[in-house]
């Protein structure tokens, strides 16, 4: 059985990336991809965790240092914090985000999409309410 939600398009509302944005966390070929296409613009953003537990900012990464990180957080490039919000995330309108390195962004950010998952918690999200509206009215109908 497909779920007739697959298909549905983003909203651009800004919901998820203002929830989740500050606990991005990408992949090591998330990581390698920006080292070997020079976006230090992205990697600025990220540290990296080795096993040794010691850090190191993702744009002083080499390629060769990947296969010893642990993990990859989201930090202030200037301060070395954790992040509070996304800075990616960018209002074009009263109503309207978009990802500023969308054609780059984390794999996680590119897969997330909580119509799929069923992420009732998102309430503001357009995009689940308009869903539920829908299979709301489409359920009554039915019976």
């Known amino acids: 059985m497909t779920d007739s939600r697959a298909g549905i398009d983003c909203d651009q509302c800004g919901t998820c990336c203002k929830v989740f944005g500050d606990s991005i966390s990408p992949t090591i070929e998330n990581v390698y991809q ?19 537990g010691t850090w190191k900012k993702c ?6 240092e990947l296969g010893d990180i ?3 957080e ?12 996304c800075p990616f995330l960018s209002r074009v309108s ?16 590119d897969n ?13 999200c357009r995009t689940i309410r308009e869903q539920e509206r829908k299979t709301t009215w489409q359920d009554e109908n039915i019976n």
């Open 34 to 52: 920006w080292l070997t296409n020079d976006r230090l613009d992205i990697l600025r953003h990220f540290s990296a965790c080795f096993a040794n």
């Open 70 to 72: 642990i993990t990859v």
């Open 94 to 109: 009263k109503t309207r985000y978009l990802c500023s390195i969308h054609m780059a962004k984390p794999e996680m950010c």
């Open 74 to 85: 989201m930090r202030d490039p200037d301060t070395g914090t954790l992040v509070s919000a």
């Open 59 to 64: 744009s002083e990464l080499k390629v060769d």
């Open 112 to 124: 997330y999409k909580p119509w799929i998952w069923g992420e009732t918690y998102l309430r503001r």
